[in-house]
């Protein structure tokens, strides 16, 4: 390490294990009431800081960016997606930005195929059910679900965690559909017999269950509107773990209370933390707080991603998960 030990600041609590390595390495400012900052916050966090450690949480923005010091040079993001940074903006005052790419894999993809079970086997109509003391016993026709097993799966997205779903979904005996912007290679679409599809609309047609797992950028926002849904067959069910705002969901809403397809299951949401009134109201939707990468051992390896990509940048070496151009 440089005799000059960075200054490093936190927005957001982290593990236990992983603030206390940081404050081994650096001179950190920790957030110990895990308040979410606002943009008067990290504009000054931006101002006195060498390192700044956001999360999903943050919008580092523009006009935020525009208070950095000349000594702030590395966003070393705790997570995967950098959607919320303004990678143009960091690149103008020569800060580098870092993730923490391939340890949320598994996690996020468990929870894939979580929402898949709990949708189509109404495992949270269940649950209210017997809470709410209505259950009168079992019933040859009561709570009646759909089988995953011989299902079209439909995966939007097909990098890590897209694979890591397809793999799981041949496990439950899925038949694997894709759509991405680029083919995968022969080999990878063998291990999982996947099929690709060229356009996104031919796939929707098709499949019985949608899963999204692409990032968000500019030409994926409301990927999945009005038109995407109507696509889609009657008894298909939406499943979303990449970002809220890939689907509209006032088109969502609309669609479900019409009947257009079967039900989603949601882990995020386009106005996070708000969620939309429609979504909450309907009883074919299982919701989750945005828990495909909640894990402890996530967090952790999370952590330990973010710093070893200080400590490179602080020894004068390029970060092992720099973000480049075109990282989505």
């Known amino acids: 390490m440089p005799l000059k030990r960075p200054t490093v600041v936190v927005t957001r609590r982290l593990p236990q294990g992983v603030e206390t390595r940081m404050a ?6 920790l957030n110990f009431d895990d308040h979410a900052m606002d943009a008067g916050q990290l504009a000054a966090a931006m101002a006195r800081a060498d390192v700044v450690v956001p999360t999903v949480s943050d919008h580092i923005t523009a006009e ?3 208070h950095a010091g000349p000594q702030l040079k590395l966003l070393a993001n705790f997570g995967t997606g950098v959607d919320h940074i303004d990678l143009p903006a960091a690149r103008a005052h020569n800060i580098v930005v870092t993730n923490t790419p391939g340890v949320l894999t598994d996690d996020t993809a468990d929870m894939v195929m979580a929402l898949i079970l709990g949708v189509s086997r109404r495992i949270g109509e269940g649950e209210k059910l017997l809470r709410a003391g209505e259950w009168t016993g079992w019933s040859p026709t009561g709570m009646l679900g759909h089988r995953v097993s011989g299902k079209r799966l439909g995966i939007v997205g097909m990098g890590r965690i897209g694979q890591a779903v397809a793999a799981r979904a041949r496990a439950f005996g899925c038949q694997v559909h894709y759509h991405n912007r680029h083919r995968l290679p022969a080999a990878a679409e063998r291990v999982v017999e996947a099929t690709y599809w060229p356009t996104l609309a031919a796939m929707l047609a098709r499949v019985d269950i949608v ?15 009005d038109a995407a849904l109507r696509r889609m067959q009657r008894h298909v069910y939406l499943i979303n773990v990449a970002r809220g705002e890939v689907v509209d969901e ?6 479900l209370a019409r009947g257009g397809i079967a039900g989603a299951g949601l882990d995020v949401f ?4 708000a969620v939309t009134a429609g979504l909450l109201a309907l009883p074919n ?3 989750v707080p945005h828990l495909g990468s909640a894990t402890f051992e996530g967090r952790l390896d999370m952590g330990e991603k973010v ?11 390029r970060p092992p998960d720099q973000v480049l151009e075109g990282w989505a």
């Open 250 to 255: 006032a088109a969502l809403v609309a669609c």
């Open 270 to 273: 386009e106005r996070e933390p």
């Open 285 to 287: 939707v299982a919701l």
């Open 64 to 66: 935020v960016l525009g």
């Open 24 to 29: 081994e390495l650096f001179d950190v400012e």
């Open 211 to 225: 899963s999204i797992n692409c990032p968000l950028t500019p030409e994926t926002h409301h990927l999945i509107d």
């Open 307 to 317: 710093i070893a990509n200080i400590r490179s940048w602080s020894d004068g070496h």
